[in-house]
Nanobody, 115 residues
Framework: QVRPVESGGGLVQAGGSLRLSCAASGTIFSINVMGWYRQAPGKQRELVATISRGGSTNYADSVKGRFTISRDNAKNTAYLQMDSLKPEDTADYYC?????????WGQGTQVTVSS
């Protein structure tokens, strides 16, 4: 079964850093876009960052300059380096990717930033 598997969440103080990983498991053909989204309590899920197979990136304005998305195509893995974290970054972070026209979502990993 194809699915993204996230890891790397946790509790960190404001100003700290975390690195999230998203590994695609199952029989993968050719992943195009990989992305990170987040959902804070009581809020809608929102885009954090996306990266194409060729390395083109897109970021939400709220994370530009603080978060960096990258990927390793050989490992079908995406990363989200989060620096200068703020309490408002607290959320469940979800990875998704598109493979052969289908969209797959992970279970999410929790990130909590204390003030």
């Amino acid at each position: 079964q194809v699915r993204p598997v996230e890891s790397g969440g946790g509790l960190v103080q404001a100003g700290g850093s975390l690195r999230l990983s998203c590994a695609a498991s199952g029989t993968i053909f050719s992943i195009n876009v990989m992305g990170w989204y987040r959902q804070a309590p009581g809020k809608q899920r929102e885009l954090v960052a996306t990266i194409s197979r060729g390395g083109s990136t897109n970021y939400a304005d709220s994370v530009k300059g603080r978060f960096t998305i990258s990927r390793d195509n050989a490992k079908n893995t995406a990363y989200l380096q989060m620096d200068s974290l703020k309490p408002e970054d607290t959320a469940d972070y979800y990875c998704n990717f598109i493979d052969s026209g289908a969209i797959y979502w992970g279970q999410g990993t929790q990130v909590t930033v204390s003030s």
